[in-house]
């Protein structure tokens, strides 16, 4: 999987490269460390304006084979909060397309069960 991290308004340090790096682990292994999977990630400090605290804006936009395009973003005070967040709702959309996928296959195959019992007249359900 292709990672690239981009950052607005922060500095990308050493300490937090790392941190996205070992969290986006868990979704390079959901993916089957498929090598044409793209996942960009954006840490952004969203205003400068604010008199008390910081907002932080973490998004990650994972595109693979097989049409898997999936986009989350997310808006916290803590900067690894933003990030520990959004991967948690990526990993949460991908395994609800894996099972919507999964469901419909299994629907299919019980449709063309059905149609091949119907196929033999002196059978019976």
């Known amino acids: 999987m292709n990672t690239h991290i981009k950052t607005t308004n922060i500095a990308l340090t050493d300490a937090i490269s790392d941190y996205v790096n070992k969290r986006l682990l868990k979704i390079e292994k959901l993916t089957n460390g498929d090598s044409s999977a793209q996942c960009d990630v954006e840490l952004a400090r969203t205003t400068t304006h604010h ?3 910081e907002v932080f804006r973490a998004e990650i936009h994972l595109v693979g084979a097989a049409g898997l395009n999936i986009y989350t973003s997310i808006e916290r005070e803590d900067l690894y909060t933003a990030i520990d967040e959004v991967r948690d709702a990526v990993i949460r959309e991908f395994t609800g397309n894996r099972k919507k996928k999964m469901s419909r296959i299994r629907r299919g ?5 059905e149609m091949v019992k119907g196929m033999w007249p002196w059978r019976r359900n």
Do not use: D, L, Y
């Open 51 to 53: 008199n008390k605290g």
């Open 109 to 113: 195959g019980a449709r063309i069960k």
